[in-house]
């Protein structure tokens, strides 16, 4: 299911407990930032903001099914919203699993590194200090890894801590009809002022128009 860069990136990818403080009181991410400078790393009374989404009910629910590579019947990879897509040949139940996006495992300071002139899928698990990301543009990829994005999405990716490691569990918010294209909202958002024009192409009834949300400092 997931290969590793490097062995620090192994050792984050199975370390339970959060890596960062998210502070979301503005509407979108920020990073919490000690006195010194250092991202700040809650204890382990602390829920941030992946703790919160890796639920003792999903544990139970999907541990085996993501310790056997499980991959929902009937999935296939076709013409998408863009590119490539993926589509289910059967008819999905909302909170059905679907799969894990998995993929080549990097330190998310590795993942920054990566060259532009290259295609990469990635998916942050954590960032800032001690953070990892998930490239699915990798051999060992499953057909998850051409999920496109959507503003009306179907699926939502979510972080489960299961069998001692991270695993990137698809999970159906919504019922999705056999021949239905499978979209992930990417709830992108940037700070750099050449990517808050990027178009979104989803075409969905609720598009925003725009594929980054741009927050100005």
Same mark, same amino acid.
């Given at each position: 299911?997931?290969?590793?860069?490097?062995?620090?990136?192994?050792?984050?990818?199975?370390?339970?407990?959060?890596?960062?403080v998210?502070?979301?009181?503005?509407? !979108?991410?920020?990073?919490?930032?000690?006195?010194?400078?250092?991202?700040?790393?809650?204890?382990?009374?602390?829920?941030?903001e992946?703790?919160?989404?890796?639920?003792?009910?999903?544990?139970?629910?999907?541990?085996?099914?993501?310790?056997?590579?499980?991959?929902?019947?009937?999935?296939?990879?076709?013409?998408?919203?863009?590119?490539?897509?993926?589509?289910?040949?059967?008819?999905?139940?909302?909170?059905?699993?679907?799969?894990s !996006?998995?993929?080549?495992?990097?330190?998310?300071?590795?993942?920054?590194?990566?060259?532009?002139?290259?295609?990469?899928?990635?998916?942050?698990?954590?960032?800032?200090?001690?953070?990892v990301?998930?490239?699915?543009?990798?051999?060992?990829?499953?057909?998850?890894? !051409?999920?496109?994005?959507?503003?009306?999405?179907?699926?939502?990716?979510?972080?489960?801590?299961?069998?001692?490691?991270?695993?990137?569990?698809?999970?159906?918010?919504?019922?999705?009809?056999?021949?239905?294209?499978?979209?992930?909202?990417?709830?992108?958002?940037?700070?750099?002022?050449?990517?808050?024009?990027?178009?979104?192409?989803?075409?969905?009834?609720?598009?925003?128009?725009?594929?980054?949300?741009?927050?100005?400092?």
């Amino acid at each position: 299911m997931y290969a590793f860069k490097c062995s620090e990136a192994a050792s984050r990818w199975k370390t339970r407990n959060s890596i960062r403080v998210v502070d979301r009181s503005l509407g !979108y991410p920020i990073l919490v930032v000690g006195e010194d400078g250092s991202y700040e790393i809650p204890d382990g009374a602390t829920t941030s903001e992946t703790l919160a989404r890796s639920k003792q009910l999903d544990e139970a629910t999907h541990a085996e099914l993501l310790k056997d590579g499980f991959l929902y019947p009937g999935l296939y990879n076709g013409p998408g919203v863009e590119g490539t897509g993926v589509f289910t040949g059967n008819k999905i139940s909302a909170g059905s699993f679907l799969g894990s !996006y998995n993929g080549l495992v990097m330190t998310y300071e590795d993942a920054e590194m990566l060259s532009g002139e290259e295609e990469h899928f990635l998916f942050v698990l954590n960032d800032g200090e001690n953070g990892v990301a998930v490239d699915g543009n990798y051999t060992n990829a499953n057909a998850l890894k !051409y999920i496109n994005h959507s503003c009306d999405p179907n699926v939502e990716m979510r972080e489960i801590f299961a069998n001692g490691s991270w695993n990137i569990a698809v999970i159906a918010i919504k019922e999705i009809q056999a021949s239905q294209e499978i979209l992930h909202d990417f709830n992108l958002h940037t700070e750099d002022p050449s990517k808050q024009n990027i178009p979104c192409l989803c075409g969905s009834h609720n598009c925003r128009q725009k594929l980054f949300r741009y927050f100005e400092w």
